[in-house]
């Protein structure tokens, strides 16, 4: 006799949990498989793409850079532009 102590809910997740792991695996040992057969061809692909992702990131961090140099010479320049006739007050309360 078998007692179930967990719900069909959970026995479905299980499985399809499994079936991924299993699906996964199977594409890293094909992925295995074809490197050991092709070892150039994957090489220059990953060259490629870790070449391409780090001139993305270096043009992005060159544009941080840019940016920033901007924003520091204009807020140093408004700095000296303000207006004395200008006063804040806080928002009146009810």
């Known amino acids: 006799m078998i007692f179930r102590t967990y719900s069909q809910t959970l026995s479905q ?5 499994a ?5 996964v ?8 498989v074809l490197i050991a057969v ?3 061809v994957f090489a220059y692909v990953v060259a490629v793409i870790l070449i391409a992702a780090g001139l993305g ?5 060159l544009k941080i850079f840019l940016m ?10 408004q700095e000296d532009m ?5 006063q804040i007050r806080p928002p009146d309360v009810f």
């Open 38 to 40: 092709f070892p150039k």
């Open 13 to 17: 997740a299980s499985k399809a949990m």
């Open 25 to 32: 695996g199977l594409m890293l040992i094909s992925l295995g």
């Open 68 to 77: 920033q140099r901007r924003l520091n010479r204009t807020t140093s320049s």
């Open 57 to 61: 990131f270096a043009s992005v961090a």
């Open 19 to 23: 079936l991924g792991i299993l699906m």
């Open 82 to 86: 303000r207006s004395p006739n200008v």
